[in-house]
């Protein structure tokens, strides 16, 4: 799987949008873009993936550059409920392997 | 919404104690992972299993066993409980096919 940088952490005022940065740039065709995020002593929880064309759900937008390098994860109107720890995973769908993930990036939501 | 549970949700017990960390889901998921997790640090996968009778070892070495005799249900246990195993320990799932995992609510360890 393609290894993914995240910046450690970022602050974001309330109500306002969260852009998190992913770069991938090792990325290859038939790799996806996903991101889970984990608030403080919970389980991780998936939040969306993507393969390269923007996507968006209930939670979040997932914007993939052309050349899927990199991807921004969006938090459209942030709140307090949004802090937490956001990981970026890059790997190719339906393989049979288990999810690595990394250090991600700590997101503040400042009232 | 997943429906993937642990218990206990805390556990404070003694060195030496034998214990086992339950974890189950109701989604008739293949795939199951154990995960362990010091506060603030990385998740570490530490076991998984791709369906009944498949267990395998993750990246992060651990004294722990696990089992997998029914598809719902993947048992940890630890035969003798240490301080080093202090620890949150996260059970997750996912359909075969289909990389979304579910996370269960963790179980936190505490071995005096």
């Known amino acids: 799987d393609a290894k993914t940088t995240q910046p450690t952490s970022m602050d974001c005022a309330e109500g306002r949008a969260a852009n998190l940065p992913c770069n991938h740039s090792?990325?290859?065709?038939?790799?996806?873009v996903y991101w889970y995020r984990q608030i403080h002593s919970q389980g991780p929880q998936y939040i969306i993936h993507?393969?390269?064309n923007n996507e968006t759900n209930e939670m979040a937008s997932l914007i993939i550059t052309e050349d899927r390098k990199s991807s921004t994860l969006i938090l459209p109107h942030a709140t307090l409920r949004d802090t937490a720890v956001y990981y970026c995973?890059?790997?190719?769908?339906?393989?049979?392997?288990?999810?690595?993930f990394g250090k991600g990036t700590r997101l503040h939501i400042l009232p | 919404e997943a429906d993937i549970y642990q218990t206990p949700r805390y556990l404070v017990i003694g060195t030496g104690k034998k214990i086992t960390l339950e974890c189950s889901q109701t989604m008739g998921h293949d795939k199951m992972y154990w995960y362990q997790q010091d506060p603030g640090m990385e998740l570490h996968l530490i076991h998984y299993s791709y369906g009944v009778n498949s267990t395998e070892k993750g990246d992060l070495s651990s004294e722990s066993t696990v089992s997998r005799i029914r598809t719902e249900h993947f048992p940890l246990t630890l035969e003798s409980a240490r301080p080093s195993h202090t620890s949150q320990y996260l059970c997750?799932?996912?359909?075969?096919?289909?990389?979304?995992?579910?996370f269960g609510p963790g179980t936190r360890l505490l071995v005096l």
């Open positions: 997750a799932s996912s359909e075969f096919g289909r990389e979304t995992q579910y």
């Open positions: 090792t990325i290859s065709g038939n790799e996806y």
């Open positions: 993507g393969l390269k």
């Open positions: 995973i890059v790997r190719v769908m339906n393989r049979d392997d288990k999810i690595i």
